[in-house]
């Protein structure tokens, strides 16, 4: 997989594995360490030790000694979050929202090893389902200290991406090598049904405050998911549109529907998503930026982009995956890309082929005439009760 992010990543990331590799006291290609091999030759072959105290030695080493867990060697064992490819670098997490969760069984705290490219990078961390703090990856290798005491418990542990996607249409990614703890990174996988979320700056978080603050995980995306009780897929981008968005975006000849089967369309315009784990419900919030940007001109060519979009995700998901799309929240829901995209699900078979809208309370109190966070809360509110209702979950 030959992402952009690769030439940029690439030599600090060989650094940063070999680096851990050295000056950590246990460290290993994705297995637990051998404790014998943690002594050194001398204390092994010391004359005056007996048979019973090295072994009792190497019994106390074994429970003290951290483990180096390198990602690449252990994904089949982490629940991996949105569209995060695991490649020879590591796990690479880009959209919002987007991360990891794994399952530790052991003592003490935890270090991650990781870096950011183009920009750095905020991360929510979760420990069995609560928040506990955010860590910031740097644009330098770093490794990363939780904060944490394990108990010698099994704890899942989250990582939630709160920072965009992109900053001026350059990926900003962040690459996860390696987790660092005393006792076992175990098998894990949720079983929570999984919503994809499809959409622009509403659906990635950026306006919420009128500063321009910018949080993936304060999302109404990402709230609801949460409020559900379900896991969460983002695939969303500031300025996007279904046919048609910014002026940037024109420029690159950038839209949802060209791209929306890429697993992420600024690493590479080849690199076909496939999802191991299929969406139970897709949510669609995108039509702001038709509206915005001429796209209520274009009738004939918005309607194929939205037959192109709803074929492209099922080819994705299925056939049966559910399709809810949500209009409203920061334009008129009552505008000519909204109705027009009515007019395509309904003649997709609407309802009874699973396709679904439904209009939401407008806001524009946030920066740029977004929604503020108090309006994404409300949102989200309404889209459960109605998910609930319609029996999408």
């Given at each position: 997989?030959?992402h952009?992010i ?10 940063l594995?070999l ?15 051998d404790?014998e ?6 204390e092994?072959e010391?004359?005056t030790?007996?048979?019973?105290d ?18 690449k060697?252990n ?13 020879d ?10 991360g ?6 052991g003592?003490?705290?935890v270090?991650?090893?990781?870096l950011s ?5 905020d991360?929510l961390?979760?420990v069995?389902g609560e928040e506990?703090?955010t860590v ?6 770093t490794k ?5 005491d394990?108990?010698?418990?099994e704890h ?6 709160i920072?965009n996607?992109?900053?001026?249409l ?21 079983g929570?049904k ?16 009128n ?8 999302a109404?995306?990402?709230?609801l ?9 983002m695939?969303a ?6 046919y048609?968005g910014?002026?940037r975006?024109q420029?690159a000849?950038a ?12 690493w ?21 930026n ?12 918005y309607k ?7 074929q492209k ?5 299925g ?5 809810l799309?949500v ?5 008129s ?9 009515k ?9 009874a ?8 309370t ?5 920066a ?9 809360g ?5 889209l459960?009760?109605y ?7």
């Amino acid at each position: 997989m030959k992402h952009l992010i690769r030439l940029i990543a690439v030599l600090t990331l060989m650094s940063l594995m070999l680096g851990a590799c050295l000056s950590l006291t246990a460290c290993s290609d994705g297995k637990d360490t051998d404790p014998e091999d943690s002594i050194t030759e001398a204390e092994s072959e010391t004359d005056t030790e007996t048979e019973t105290d090295t072994e009792a030695e190497t019994e106390s080493t074994a429970k003290s000694e951290p483990v180096n867990y390198v990602i690449k060697n252990n994904s089949d064992k982490i629940n991996i979050i949105g569209r995060c490819p695991v490649t020879d670098l590591g796990l690479i997490s880009g959209w919002s929202a987007s991360g990891f969760e794994m399952k530790v069984k052991g003592e003490g705290d935890v270090t991650v090893g990781a870096l950011s490219t183009t920009k750095n990078a905020d991360y929510l961390v979760f420990v069995d389902g609560e928040e506990h703090s955010t860590v910031t990856v740097p644009t330098s290798a770093t490794k990363l200290t939780l904060g944490l005491d394990l108990d010698g418990e099994e704890h899942i542990i989250g990582f939630y991406r709160i920072t965009n996607n992109e900053k001026s249409l350059k990926a900003a990614t962040t690459i996860f090598v390696s987790v660092l703890f005393n006792g076992e990174l175990c098998e894990y996988e949720s079983g929570k049904k999984l919503i994809e979320f499809v959409g622009d700056s509403i659906t990635c978080g950026s306006g919420l405050y009128n500063n321009g603050d910018f949080s993936g995980t304060l999302a109404y995306s990402f709230t609801l998911a949460q409020k559900l009780g379900c896991e969460h897929s983002m695939v969303a981008t500031s300025g996007i549109g279904v046919y048609i968005g910014t002026t940037r975006h024109q420029n690159a000849g950038a839209n949802m529907s060209k791209y929306y089967d890429l697993t992420n369309y600024l690493w590479s315009s080849t690199d076909r998503y496939i999802a191991k784990k299929k969406a139970d419900l897709v949510v669609i919030n995108l039509n702001t930026n038709d509206n915005d940007h001429g796209g209520n001109n274009n009738e004939t060519e918005y309607k194929a982009a939205v037959n192109t979009l709803i074929q492209k995700v099922r080819d994705v998901h299925g056939d049966d995956v559910k399709i809810l799309w949500v209009v409203g929240m920061m334009r008129s829901a009552d505008s000519n890309v909204n109705n027009w995209m009515k007019e395509v699900l309904t003649g997709l078979g609407g309802e009874a082929n699973g396709l679904y809208v439904t209009t939401v309370t407008q806001n524009n109190e946030g920066a740029g005439t977004h929604p503020d966070l108090e309006a994404n809360g409300v949102v989200a509110d309404e889209l459960a009760a109605y998910i609930k209702s319609k029996g999408l979950i």
